[in-house]
């Protein structure tokens, strides 16, 4: 079961890949880690995209398939596994469709979580994270005992600049220029799957297993 998600950027499709993970034992891969784990191992890869990363570059798509490929070729993957953050763009889920074909192999689910970008702006503005420990949370969806204070350590709660309104608004720009192309490629594919991100989380989730077969 190899899956693709997909969906703008506070959508909630890392939380359905994590449910998804644990309820079919399958791992869930975001680009993020594979950068991370390759460049600490000190791989020839993590070095190439270490040095990309240190200029404030893009990593060149070639690199970063060849750590995807890697990372999928692990025994864990067996059973298959959900990418979440990758392919971002046409050219990726090209190359990861060549790549992929020439080991017999296919993406069998685009899993496309769709949220407007007004619901995305307003769920977002409402989150709050602690700097000290990393945990997070939602004024409305899961706040904090004591408003503006972090359960776990106590520390003053903030806005990270990634959720501030106008910085959302500019991902969903670059969404929908960049990403948002890849339904229409998945489409052709006949493996998209479009679920409605609108949801309460469990009915979000129960869709996606109707589709992934329970």
């Known amino acids: 079961m190899k899956?693709?998600?997909?969906?703008?950027?506070?959508?909630?499709?890392?939380?359905?890949a994590d449910r998804i993970a644990a309820k079919y034992d399958i791992p869930h891969i975001s680009t993020g880690d594979i950068f991370r784990s390759n460049i600490?191992?000190?791989?020839?890869?993590?070095?190439?995209a270490k040095a990309f990363i240190d200029q404030g570059l893009l990593v060149?798509?070639?690199?970063?398939?060849?750590?995807l490929l890697d990372r999928i070729a692990q025994d864990d993957c067996s059973k298959g596994y959900i990418l979440d953050g990758f392919p971002r763009t046409i050219p990726q889920a090209e190359s990861l469709t060549a790549a992929l074909k020439e080991q017999g192999t296919a993406i069998d689910f685009a899993l496309n979580v769709d949220v407007p970008d007004a619901a995305i702006v307003e769920r977002m503005a409402g989150r709050r994270a602690c700097l000290k420990c990393g945990a997070t949370y939602h004024i409305v969806y899961a706040a904090p005992k004591k408003e503006g204070i972090c359960d776990v350590c106590g520390e003053e709660l903030v806005?990270?600049?990634?959720?501030?309104?106008?910085?959302?608004?500019?991902?969903l720009e670059v969404y929908h220029d960049q990403t948002q192309p890849l339904i229409d490629f998945y489409s052709r594919h006949g493996v998209l799957h479009t679920i409605d991100g609108t949801q309460n989380m469990d009915k979000v989730f129960a869709d996606i297993c109707g589709i992934l077969g329970e």
């Open 3 to 16: 899956i693709v998600m997909l969906g703008a950027p506070g959508a909630g499709k890392g939380t359905q």
């Open 40 to 48: 600490k191992a000190g791989t020839e890869l993590g070095k190439k």
């Open 60 to 67: 060149p798509d070639e690199v970063t398939i060849g750590m």
């Open 159 to 171: 806005i990270r600049d990634d959720d501030k309104p106008e910085t959302v608004s500019k991902r």
